[in-house]
């Protein structure tokens, strides 16, 4: 059954269910979604993020426009400028297909979706994630040397489908390898996908020694327009 939801449509940003996603809110399209999000009564306070497939705004024909598959984010923390504008807090929770979008109910776009259904349990999936976990570390500290830095191992979930959010929201990855990891359903069908671009990257920093700059990165910190 189809449920409508707001919609942040964002230019080069994937969002993964468990991944943190700060926002600076200036336009005043959301600056009222905000609004009505904090005086909600009652129900999650949450907007769809869904990429844009190319570029940073999205035109007359916004359903062509966006990737089929997006993210819900819930409002966790929200700090208001004197002259309107917000910085919020939110973070992925559920991943959605969009079915369809309208223009003109609202300022901002509404869009009709579908949720779709957590991770079924994998036998092969906690086998994949030790793997991952791996080659995750090593990748990372392979980022930390090109970048010149020295980070401490971070301590990873052992869940397979949060692990497997994690590296797609934490890796440097090109928006149609991150969007399609959001898009692939079953853990283990995640985890299979990130090892080869997990080999692929390492592989390419090291023989680079340097971070790719093409490669469409996650911003942690967007404005939104």
């Known amino acids: 059954m189809a449920e409508t939801l707001p919609l942040f449509p964002l230019g080069h940003t994937v969002l993964f269910p468990g991944a943190v996603l700060p926002l600076h809110v200036f336009e005043e399209r959301y600056r009222e979604l905000v609004r009505t999000l904090v005086a909600r009564d009652g129900g999650p306070r949450r907007f769809g993020v869904v990429a844009i497939r190319q570029g940073w705004e999205v035109g007359a024909d916004a359903v062509r426009a966006l990737h089929g598959v997006g993210c819900a984010a819930e409002l966790r923390r929200v700090s208001r400028y004197p002259d309107g504008r917000f910085d919020i807090i939110t973070m992925g929770s559920q ?101 080869r671009l997990l080999k692929r990257e390492t592989t390419m920093l090291r023989r680079l020694r340097a971070l790719p700059t093409s490669t469409g990165e996650l911003r942690v910190t967007q404005s939104l327009s």
């Not at 934490?170 to 991150?178: F, K, P, T, Y």
């Open 95 to 195: 991943r959605f297909r969009l079915l369809a979008v309208a223009e003109g109910l609202r300022p901002y776009l509404v869009g009709d979706v579908e949720w779709l259904p957590a991770d079924p349990p994998d036998p092969d999936a906690a086998a994949l994630a030790r793997h991952v976990a791996t080659l995750f570390g090593e990748y990372m500290a392979t980022v930390a040397a090109a970048r010149d830095e020295q980070v401490a191992p971070a301590e990873l979930p052992t869940d397979p489908s949060m692990l497997s959010y994690l590296v797609a929201s934490g890796a440097v990855l090109a928006l149609e390898d991150r969007q399609a990891l959001l898009e692939t359903s079953g853990a283990a069908t995640r985890l299979r996908a990130e090892l």
